[in-house]
């Protein structure tokens, strides 16, 4: 009995995300809803920030759920939805970030940053490598030296 129970509690909590996205929410047109649902997927939830907002049960997921659904409704292309999503939020609204230039430089950087290091400290190796360190003998250093060595 208790196995059934938690086998039971198990399937109702896997399947929790699909209950995200509210009845009263859902487009007519099947078409429609799949292109929205699509878009969701794409859309990091502002409160969660770990989940999309089509698997967020938040209020501000509901409410970017039904704005999507309102753009595409009124006839914006897919792209235009995200651009004004993005427009209105910020490029983090975005869970896999578009690559522009400052995208390639922002994970770029670490990887620069580290042969810039790298290369530095070759060069300090390189000059540091037979130059004499201390200063010259003075000429009773010297003999005293060569006195010791013939010994």
């Given at each position: 009995?208790?196995?059934?129970?938690?086998?039971?509690?198990?399937?109702?909590?896997?399947?929790?995300?699909?209950?995200?996205?509210?009845?009263?929410?859902?487009l007519?047109?099947?078409?429609?809803?799949?292109?929205?649902?699509?878009?969701?997927?794409?859309?990091?939830?502002?409160?969660?920030?770990?989940?999309?907002?089509?698997?967020?049960?938040?209020e501000?997921?509901?409410?970017?759920?039904?704005l999507v659904?309102?753009?595409?409704?009124s006839?914006?292309?897919?792209?235009?939805v995200?651009?004004?999503?993005?427009?209105?939020?910020?490029?983090?609204?975005?869970?896999?970030?578009?690559?522009?230039?400052?995208?390639?430089?922002?994970?770029?950087?670490?990887?620069?940053?580290?042969?810039?290091g790298?290369?530095?400290?070759?060069?300090?190796?390189?000059?540091?490598?037979?130059?004499?360190?201390?200063?010259?003998?003075s000429p009773?250093?010297?003999?005293?030296?060569?006195s010791?060595?013939?010994?």
């Amino acid at each position: 009995m208790i196995r059934r129970l938690v086998f039971v509690l198990v399937l109702l909590v896997s399947a929790w995300p699909a209950f995200a996205v509210n009845p009263d929410e859902v487009l007519a047109d099947p078409a429609l809803e799949a292109r929205a649902r699509a878009l969701s997927a794409q859309l990091r939830c502002m409160v969660c920030q770990n989940q999309s907002i089509d698997d967020s049960d938040a209020e501000l997921a509901k409410d970017l759920r039904v704005l999507v659904r309102e753009r595409i409704v009124s006839g914006d292309s897919d792209e235009a939805v995200i651009d004004y999503v993005v427009s209105r939020y910020g490029e983090f609204v975005l869970l896999s970030p578009r690559v522009e230039m400052k995208t390639l430089l922002l994970w770029g950087a670490p990887i620069l940053l580290l042969l810039a290091g790298s290369l530095a400290m070759i060069v300090a190796a390189r000059r540091r490598t037979g130059k004499a360190t201390g200063t010259a003998l003075s000429p009773e250093e010297r003999a005293r030296l060569d006195s010791l060595l013939k010994d």
